[in-house]
Nanobody, 118 residues
Framework: QVQLVESGGGLVQTGGSLRLSCVVS????????MGWYRQGPKQRELVATI??????NYADSVKGRFTISRDNAKNTVYLQMNSLKPEDTAVYYC?????????????WGQGTQVTVSS
């Protein structure tokens, strides 16, 4: 099985910074990609993703402010969030996925609340 444990959420003022971490535990599978999604008043949306090779992808709304990185040896993915805005307020979910036989399997963390006060 695959387990994801997130940490690092909290309350911060506009313009502040937070760093989210997510440790992915698995003894069975090879994780291909990892990332962060968030859910505010609207549907869950992609924030940033990173492949096992280090290729990154960001939502337009966070480009230049957020940085995703991963430590493959520790199976950990990070999200450094700078210049935070009230509209970044959401529950942030860590995601990890693997692929097998052209099928994708997604795994999710429990979510961590990020609140940005104005």
């Amino acid at each position: 099985q695959v387990q994801l444990v997130e940490s690092g959420g909290g309350l911060v003022q506009t313009g502040g910074s937070l760093r989210l971490s997510c440790v992915v535990s698995t003894t069975t599978f090879t994780i291909n990609g990892m990332g962060w999604y968030r859910q505010g008043p609207k549907q869950r949306e992609l924030v940033a993703t990173i492949t096992s090779g280090g290729r990154t992808n960001y939502a337009d709304s966070v480009k230049g402010r957020f940085t995703i990185s991963r430590d493959n040896a520790k199976n950990t993915v990070y999200l450094q969030m700078n210049s935070l805005k009230p509209e970044d307020t959401a529950v942030y979910y860590c995601n990890a996925y693997r692929t097998a036989w052209d099928k994708r399997y997604d795994y999710w963390g429990q979510g961590t609340q990020v609140t940005v006060s104005s």
